[in-house]
């Protein structure tokens, strides 16, 4: 089964740039939701919109603001292709070796391809040169993560909830370690934390589907722990919260087999097919 990891990039992309906001013609984040995302899974997402980031705090000395003049390098990753981007980074690498943050931008556009080898090497160097720089620990987190650093990736994400409080897609991040390693209290810990986080956020288009992800999560541990009831509960949530989650349809039609409520398995099976349908995830697609 897949593992959907990552979630919505880090809510500072949206609006903490030193005071640079990009044009109104763009639709804020959509394509950066598909292109940062850190290769999660491949459903469909809204357009998350503008909102208050009060809920955010960093610790003192730390930031998670880009400077002003990187701001138009952003939306041209944010168009999808990376490569005039990288263009541009290079050029303002190869006169300042020593730029932190263009440095994490150019991770950036290697990690959206999928690149977490060449990725990892530029967060390194972007928290060398900018150790103020409070984002990098997160996606270098991601790239340890699929790197099979496990460990390495758990005291990524651990530094970056110390440094930014409030942030959920650490805590999922370090429960999907913690399954990973089969540590199941651990990681039951952490999904109720991320669940708690996104709860706390402002409303933006997106976050139902972050506590979709994280119930659907918490349904899975309680299955494993053989309380179906509450997996059933958690999961019939999940897809109340993420209609498209397909996963999460499919193992509520299995529990629902294992409860004995036959038209409840079908009526989930269906709805499965249907999620499959409008995300392009036909059944046996390679997960």
């Known amino acids: 089964m897949e593992i959907p990891v990552g979630s919505i990039p880090l809510r500072q992309f949206q609006d903490e740039f030193l ?32 909102h208050d980031e009060s809920s955010n705090t960093t610790s003192e000395g730390t930031t998670t603001a880009l400077r002003s003049d990187l701001g138009q390098i952003l939306d041209l990753l944010r168009s999808g292709p990376t490569g005039a981007a990288r263009i541009r980074l290079k050029k303002i690498l190869d006169q300042n070796p020593t730029d932190g943050q263009a440095a994490f931008l150019y991770g950036l556009s290697l990690h959206q391809e999928k690149r977490y080898s060449e990725a ?49 897609d650490d805590h999922f991040a370090m429960g999907l370690i913690a399954l990973e390693q089969n540590n199941l209290a651990n990681a039951e810990s952490c999904f109720e934390i991320a669940l708690q986080c996104f709860e706390a956020l402002p409303a933006f288009d997106g976050r139902a589907r972050e506590q979709g992800k994280t119930l659907a999560r918490l349904g899975e541990l309680a299955e494993v722990l053989g309380n179906l009831d509450l997996a059933a509960e958690r999961l019939s949530k999940a897809t109340e919260l993420f209609p498209d989650h397909y996963e999460a349809w499919h193992r509520l039609a299995a529990i629902e087999r294992r409860r004995g409520n036959q038209d409840a398995a079908i009526q989930a099976a269906e709805q499965e097919a249907a999620a499959r349908d409008r995300v392009g995830r036909p059944q046996g697609f390679p997960e």
């Open 19 to 50: 005071g640079y906001r990009p044009p109104p013609k763009w639709g804020i984040l959509a394509i950066a939701v598909m292109g940062f995302v850190l290769g999660c899974d491949q459903s469909t997402d809204s357009t998350p919109e503008n």
């Open 120 to 168: 990892r090497t530029y967060f390194e160097q972007a928290l060398e040169h900018a150790p103020e720089y409070a984002t990098t620990h997160h996606f270098l987190g991601w790239c340890l993560f699929y790197e099979g650093e496990l460990e390495l990736a758990r005291t990524s994400f651990s530094r970056h909830t110390k440094l930014v409080e409030g942030e959920g």
